[in-house]
């Protein structure tokens, strides 16, 4: 594939299939900065003395790692001041991030968790960063939480990194799904994949199957039926992988299939689910149907629910479109 980078595909997008506005090629193009820094960070590792808990907690009550609270401020510092946002909300702040009155204000929205998996981190083992872009709804000059609570049908784009053995950028705009890795000598994103297609059907699930106990009766069912391989009732054997780093799993499976289940448990009533909703679960289902895939609560397709809250948690089942079919079966004949 001829050396094409970010920049070079952006403008691409922009001029010959006018579908990026320069505004949008603008924020993406910050944010990739944002990712590079974070990228950098993130593999100084212990030299950098940035392992370990902040000593904060966030709004989902959970304790800060050092570099939730440094990655949250680089995409922050980063892209306040560019002119193309009207407002960020992250996973490690409470409510919207207001543009500063001293800068330009823009027309979209930036939500993002500056780093997934930072249980991970202390462990050296892949993390991420994913975002979402939204319109600001038309004439609202101070966006509130409310102008966020957008169904996933409505973002302009989403995108991840995994900052594993390299750093990739997963990233669509509706039209597709692209990856690009990073060329640390040159300092720039190079496309590396153009049009990623998910397989239809897997062997290969991932799920944290400690919490089985807790599942509702369909995924129990589903689990089990994998778990009975060939001479059970899906007639093959399955395998199994869990990162616990969403951005890893899911990269897996946009490379080579899949299904990932974070599914509805009982552990605790007032959460439907550990993932959230608004900056994990709809960027990355926009990626995986956009890749051909299906995701899906069991219940509902992932991009349909309207939102009610910013750090709403739902189930997450993707991938693999035939096999989300076969779980969002179960999950209907169960409610018969
Ligand atoms: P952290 O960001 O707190 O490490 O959580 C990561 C995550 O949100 C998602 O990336 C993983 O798929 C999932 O949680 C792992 O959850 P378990 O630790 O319960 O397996």
């Known amino acids: 594939m001829k050396r094409i980078t970010l920049t070079r595909f952006l403008i691409d997008e922009q001029y010959n299939r006018k579908a990026v506005p320069a505004d949008l090629r603008l924020l993406i ?47 922050l510092e980063a892209n306040e001041w560019g002119g193309h946002l009207a407002a960020m909300a ?13 800068f330009p204000k823009g027309e979209y929205l930036l939500l993002f968790d500056p780093l997934d998996g930072s249980s991970n981190i202390d462990v050296n083992t892949s993390v991420g960063t994913i975002f979402s872009v939204l319109r600001c709804p038309e004439g609202v000059n101070k966006p509130t939480e409310a102008a966020f609570l957008q169904p996933g049908t ?3 784009c989403a995108g991840f990194a995994v900052y594993g053995p390299s750093t990739v950028l997963v990233l669509t705009l509706g039209a597709g799904v692209h990856t690009f890795t ?6 720039g994103f190079v496309l590396t994949q153009q049009h990623v297609k998910i397989p239809a059907d897997t ?4 799920i944290n199957m400690s919490n089985m106990r807790h599942w509702e009766p369909p995924m129990k069912r589903y689990v089990e039926e994998m778990l009975a ?6 007639g093959r054997d399955y395998n199994m992988r869990w990162i616990a780093s969403m951005v890893a799993d899911v990269f897996r499976i946009l ?3 899949g299904i990932f289940m974070y599914p509805r448990d009982n552990k605790d009533p007032s959460k439907p689910g550990r993932l959230r909703l608004m900056y994990e679960a709809n960027p990355m289902a926009m990626i995986i149907e956009q890749a051909g895939g299906a995701a899906s609560t069991g219940r509902e397709r992932i991009l349909d ?25 179960y999950h209907q004949a169960a409610s018969e």
């Open 154 to 156: 409505a973002q302009v």
């Open 255 to 257: 490379t080579r299939g």
């Open 90 to 102: 992250s996973e490690e702040m409470e409510g919207p991030h207001a543009i500063p009155h001293r």
């Open 229 to 234: 391989g060939k001479t059970g009732p899906l």
């Open 182 to 187: 990073l060329d640390r000598e040159q300092g």
């Open 29 to 75: 193009e910050v944010v990739s900065r944002s990712i590079k820094a974070i990228s950098t960070t993130v593999g100084k590792g212990a030299l950098a003395g940035i392992l370990g808990d902040a000593g904060s907690g966030n709004i989902q009550g959970e304790a800060q790692k050092k570099l939730d609270v440094i990655a949250n401020e680089i995409l």
């Open 305 to 329: 629910i309207v939102p009610t809250a910013l750090h709403q948690r739902v189930p997450v089942i993707l991938g693999s479109k035939n096999e989300v079919e076969r779980v969002v079966g």
């Open 203 to 206: 062997q290969e699930f991932a």
